[in-house]
């Protein structure tokens, strides 16, 4: 999905989703000749070695930024553990191996995403920064824990998330939830809320029936 943009260095061309940016600035922090803001192009992949460029594209919480090595460098690892960090007022970042399946049917394998949890983003699931414009107000806080163990036969390492129409998204799983000072929850099956009313975030309570949210 999304307008993707690619910037090519020496040894690594790197992709840039447009939709998905929420302007964490991770990359600008990191690695400010090769990510600014002020300059077009904003990407030079040519002012830094592709290994710390690389390095610095995984810090980028939203999936926005990625890369390609085309000098048979590493590409970039997958956690050993599945996450999703509350940001207080603001969307859940996953990171791990994941696998999203989107509205279509379409599967996306991910690393890092940033899913919003206001309940208005214009490209659900993924997060626009719409909780800015509308004043979306959520602690880093973690409710009562609805996350199960799911029995099954055969391990699991991924994290498949699914939507439910007009409800909540699904987790199957392994994963650690964390937010702020609370204590981590993990589980490996649960329902997160995503039309932002639930009153067990980030969990769902079925407040989606109450307040008619609708989303594919």
Known sequence: ???????????????????????????????????????????????????????????????????????????????????????????????????LTLPDGDVQRETRIALCRCGDSKIKPYCDNTHLETGFTAPAFLGESKLREEESEEEQTSLRLSLSPNGSIRMLGPVTIVAGDSEPQTGSRGFLCRCGQSQNKPYCDGSHKRVGFEAL
């Not at 995984?58 to 996450?83: I, K, W």
């Open 1 to 99: 999905m999304g307008q993707i943009r690619e910037y090519e260095g020496e040894g690594i061309v790197v992709r840039y989703d447009v939709r998905r940016c929420i302007h964490a600035e991770e990359c600008v922090h990191g690695l400010p000749d090769v990510f600014d803001p002020e300059r077009r192009p904003w990407i030079d992949a040519g002012a830094a070695p592709a290994d710390r460029i690389a390095a610095v594209v995984c810090q980028c919480p939203t999936g926005a930024l990625s890369f390609e090595r085309t000098d048979g460098g590493p590409a970039e690892p997958v956690m050993p553990h599945n996450q999703i960090r509350v940001e207080a007022n603001g969307p859940l970042y996953v990171s791990g191996d994941v696998e």
